[in-house]
T-cell receptor
């Protein structure tokens, strides 16, 4: 199979702090990883696409200085929400695809609550 | 640009009844199409996908979908609903950007199954 994990699954933080979310492909090498955001009862919105060893490509309207993405290896990508505010509270989901593959495998998601 | 429209934000069926979830897409290139299922507070699980070849695609849990180019549709069906099918279903089309191939999701359809 193709398993993607995320850590933590749930995080609560104070406004102004930074939070790091990890996304790992456990049994395959992921050249490309994607970060999505999902608000309650809504669809997933693509935030950024990251390729191992290069800068992430952000979607229009996503602040790259606020949502820092690092894809340091073929099995790990991290999303850091800097200076988090209550409006950043959301469900963040990552996905990964194999080299040349069209199918994305999704992590279980991370629920962020900023107080 | 690609887009996905899911008709009906909420579908209710009785256990044993036919399930039909509608999806229409817009794409300037031959599309890759996907159906994912999401259970509460979880990530997305791939049900099935269409890339090329046979237009009737069979997936997991008894679901299938048919790609109809003339109708720009990719509706999801299951002959007999089970209580465990109650979940959120997302149709998606592949979207190639500078960095890779991400997914554009529809708004989702909540499937309720009653006994």
């Amino acid at each position: 199979g193709a398993v993607v994990s995320q850590h933590p699954s749930r995080v609560i933080c104070k406004s102004g702090t930074s939070v790091k979310i990890e996304c790992r492909s456990l049994d395959f090498q992921a050249t490309t990883m994607f970060w999505y955001r999902q608000f309650p009862k809504q669809s997933l919105m693509l935030m950024a696409t990251s390729n191992e060893g290069s800068k992430a490509t952000y979607e229009q309207g996503v602040e790259k200085d606020k949502f820092l993405i690092n894809h340091a290896s073929l099995t790990l990508s991290t999303l850091t929400v800097t200076s988090a505010h209550p409006e950043d509270s959301s469900f963040y989901i990552c996905s990964a695809s194999r080299t040349g593959g069209e199918t994305q495998y999704f992590g279980p998601g991370t629920r962020l609550l900023v107080l | 640009a690609q887009s996905v429209t899911q008709l009906g934000s909420h579908v209710s069926v009785s256990e044993g009844a036919l399930v039909l979830l509608r999806c229409n897409y817009s794409s300037s290139v031959p599309p890759y199409l996907f159906w994912y299922v999401q259970y509460p507070n979880q990530g997305l699980q791939l049900l099935l996908k269409y890339t090329t070849g046979a237009t009737l695609v069979k997936g997991i849990n008894g679901f299938e979908a048919e790609f109809k180019k003339s109708e720009t549709s990719f509706h999801l069906t299951k002959p007999s609903a089970h209580m465990s099918d109650a979940a959120e279903y997302f149709c998606a089309v592949s979207h190639r950007n500078q960095a890779g191939t991400a997914l554009i999701f529809g708004k989702g359809t909540t499937l309720s199954v009653s006994s």
